[in-house]
């Protein structure tokens, strides 16, 4: 993979982070192109809430390629996926941290910056190696080549506001954009409530899973063959949690507690936002193989 790079990046993509994955190597040059952005940014002594900005793209990007990335080593039974999943947290905390520091005002630190660096070179040619040369050894036609149609897909809307037509297939009727960019907008909502201290949305109606389009969908869809799904369940599962989560970001909120809202905000109900845009994509994929093989 060839990647465009600045003499003054702080970090450059070489031919020894490359796993052999394409669709995963993407995202890796990706996450290094927003650690760049972020590099910049702070050379250039760019506004607060750019800087702001580029450091909760990292975040949520991270966010949903380490989602990606452990459902690929679960449906391969990789051994160490909770060793793994352990470094991802520690990861994403670190970003969230300074995320939060400096939405108080703080700095961002060279020592974040390297930590960034350091720990992501690290991770792909160690860690990430280990489970792509375990995948390479257990090659399974059929499953991979199903994965880089999802990762492609994953990618493409991982790197949108959803709003753009960037995939065009619906699923059972299901216009897959436009259920991401609904949940997209109820983080915006939440984060608008949080901002002015906005009580007028109703926590019943938040909690409500099937008062969304995305709920109806689930509701309307929960008699006919896709039930069956592994991935239609694990699709309920987790937009149920969403809604669970939207709900008690409320309740903090009108219990005078705001900063443990937008923890959960920041943390929990992102994370299941990215969780939700990656069980779609794959409800897709599962969904169009259960055609081929009927």
């Known amino acids: 993979m060839n990647a465009a790079h600045s003499s003054n990046d702080l970090v450059t993509w070489s031919n020894d982070l490359s796993l052999g994955l394409d669709e995963v190597d993407?995202?890796?040059?990706?996450?290094?192109?927003?650690?760049?952005?972020?590099?910049?940014?702070?050379l250039e002594?760019?506004?607060?809430?750019?800087?702001q900005e580029i450091?909760?793209?990292?975040y949520s990007y991270t966010q949903t390629h380490f989602?990606?990335?452990?459902?690929?080593?679960?449906?391969?039974?990789y051994p160490r996926l909770a060793e793994h999943q352990k470094s991802h947290r520690m990861f994403t905390?670190?970003?969230?941290?300074?995320?939060?520091?400096?939405?108080?005002g703080k700095p961002i630190s060279m020592e974040l910056l390297h930590f960034l660096n350091d720990w992501l070179q690290k991770h792909i040619k160690v860690t990430d190696r280990d489970y792509a040369n375990y995948i390479d050894r257990r090659k399974h036609g059929a499953l991979l080549g199903g994965f880089k149609s999802l990762f492609r897909k994953f990618n493409d809307m991982a790197r949108h506001d959803s709003s753009d037509d960037v995939v065009e297939d619906s699923l059972q009727g299901l216009d897959m954009?436009?259920?991401?960019?609904?949940?997209?907008?109820?983080?915006?909502?939440?984060?608008?409530?949080?901002?002015?201290?906005e009580r007028s949305l109703d926590v019943n109606e938040?909690?409500?899973?099937?008062?969304?389009?995305?709920?109806n969908w689930i509701s309307a869809n929960q008699g006919k063959g896709i039930r069956k799904l592994e991935e239609f369940k694990r699709l309920i599962d987790n937009h149920a949690a969403f809604h669970q989560c939207a709900a008690s970001i409320l309740v903090e909120l009108r219990e005078g507690r705001p900063r443990a809202a937008n923890m959960l905000l920041k943390r929990d109900l992102r994370h299941l936002s990215n969780t939700i845009r990656f069980d779609i994509?794959?409800?897709?994929?599962?969904?169009?193989?259960?055609?081929?093989?009927?």
């Open 26 to 42: 993407d995202q890796h040059l990706y996450l290094i192109e927003r650690i760049n952005k972020l590099w910049h940014a702070l």
């Open 45 to 51: 002594n760019r506004d607060r809430e750019v800087v």
């Open 55 to 58: 450091i909760e793209e990292l």
């Open 67 to 77: 989602i990606a990335e452990e459902v690929l080593m679960r449906s391969f039974d």
């Open 93 to 104: 905390d670190h970003i969230r941290k300074a995320a939060d520091d400096y939405s108080n």
């Open 177 to 197: 954009n436009h259920a991401i960019q609904v949940h997209v907008n109820w983080i915006k909502r939440l984060e608008q409530a949080l901002k002015h201290d």
């Open 206 to 215: 938040v909690a409500d899973d099937e008062h969304c389009m995305l709920g």
């Open 281 to 294: 994509i794959q409800l897709y994929g599962a969904y169009h193989r259960k055609l081929g093989s009927d």
